[in-house]
């Protein structure tokens, strides 16, 4: 089975003063990438959380959105040009859930300790 993977905004910053016209410019987002997957009758996740900022909206800008209108794809597309790698993200989610589903080490009881005891 593969993994699920979810991006989610947790957060929006807005400015207070309008930026060249425009109100309510969203200039910072906290962001997350979860990802879930089933194996070995147990539900395995990752989770990895970051912040990033964009650039204001030139004035006139006619691709502006303002702030009730967004949507969760508009915020992710915005989170990828900025800066945050969408394909380097997933696969480090992958990759934990992989090692967690099959790990290198294991911890195993002491085999001096009573087990139950």
Avoid: H
């Amino acid at each position: 089975m593969s993994a699920t993977i979810t991006w989610t905004t947790d957060w929006l910053s807005t400015s207070t003063q309008t930026i060249n016209g425009f109100t309510s410019v969203v200039v910072t987002a906290g962001w997350r990438c979860t990802g879930t997957e089933t194996a070995n009758g147990k539900e395995y996740s990752n989770s990895i959380y970051g912040t990033c900022s964009f650039t204001e909206p030139p004035a006139g800008d006619p691709n502006f959105i303002p702030f009730a209108s967004l949507t969760q794809a508009e915020v992710n597309n915005w989170v990828w040009a900025s800066g945050v790698n969408q394909t380097v993200t997933e696969t480090a989610i992958n990759t934990n859930l992989a090692s967690q589903i099959n790990p290198a080490t294991t911890q195993p009881p002491l085999p001096w300790v009573t087990q139950g005891a």
